[in-house]
């Protein structure tokens, strides 16, 4: 089977480093869907149902393609949470989560647009916050890392000294499951050493 390019659906660096890391190269497109439009309350289904609209977004302008897209949400107490709007509400947010178990849920949606297959899943992790300071939160927050973050936190960055322990994929407390995903390739018919292989370079779409 002949080896599609890969185009990840997402302006989201930590995607883009985790993929480029995991030895795919691929063309970075990111999607304009409006995320205001899907409500659910269940954060598996979100996740998933965002995912979906956004590499079905993408998928249109990449034939003979595979196109990801994803979206993660962290489950506190029953409560979702994306990104915070501003400081202020992130300080309240880690206010709320220190001490706390949280359910990192990342949505994964791979369209094979020469197939004509779409294959959608969801990941979720659980993330024990520590007991930090409200000094800690406030110089954390200040940095500025947590404000693009789902969940108010990236554990590859200053937010891993914060996390006491994570049960489950890391990789998809990051932005996306890397297992996850090479068992959505090899259910499309690929083998994720295949990609490997591949030529050329990450661009910019």
Not at 127 to 141: C, G, L, P, T
């Amino acid at each position: 089977m002949m080896i599609p390019q890969f185009v990840l659906a997402s302006a989201s660096p930590a995607r883009r480093r985790l993929l480029e890391q995991a030895g795919l190269q691929l063309v970075v497109c990111p999607s304009q869907f409006d995320e205001a439009q899907v409500a659910c309350a269940d954060p598996a289904e979100l996740v998933s149902q965002l995912a979906e609209g956004k590499a079905q977004m993408v998928a249109p302008q990449f034939p003979q393609t595979l196109v990801l897209g994803c979206d993660s949400v962290l489950a506190i107490a029953g409560e979702i949470h994306g990104k915070p709007a501003n400081s202020q509400e992130a300080i309240a947010r880690w206010q709320q989560m220190r001490g706390a178990v949280g359910q990192l849920h990342t949505g994964h949606a791979l369209i094979d647009t020469a197939q004509q297959r779409t294959l959608v899943r969801s990941r979720m992790t659980e993330v024990q916050f520590a007991e930090v300071s409200d000094r800690q939160i406030e110089a954390y927050v200040a940095s500025g890392e947590p404000l693009n973050c789902a969940g108010c936190f990236a554990l590859e960055g200053r937010g891993g000294a914060l996390i006491e322990q994570i049960v489950g994929c890391y990789s998809n407390v990051i932005g996306l499951s890397l297992p996850l995903l090479r068992t959505m390739l090899s259910d499309l018919g690929y083998d994720v050493a295949d990609f490997w292989d591949a030529q050329g370079l990450s661009t910019q779409a």
